[in-house]
């Protein structure tokens, strides 16, 4: 059975709950190269946001070539 864990907060008590995917072989494969993509564009967003010294989302935003702030 799952185990499922969510974070958020109802009028100031924190809830936590832990997921863990069961993925078949071919959906592991796809969850595994989304994860990779998102986190290298993680991390190209993270060093335009430092070369730039932006600290702000909206900043950062409108800190890219053709982005819409």
Avoid at 3 to 10: F, H, L, P, Q, W
Avoid at 29 to 44: G, H, P, V
């Amino acid at each position: 059975m799952p185990v499922i864990r969510m974070a958020g907060s109802v009028a100031g008590v924190k809830r936590v709950v832990r997921v863990k995917l069961l993925p078949m072989p071919v959906q592991a494969a796809a969850l595994e190269a989304t994860l990779r993509a998102c986190n290298e564009a993680a991390s190209w967003g993270s060093s335009v946001a430092f070369d730039k010294d932006v600290k702000r989302n909206f900043a950062l935003r409108a800190a890219q070539p053709g982005a819409r702030a």
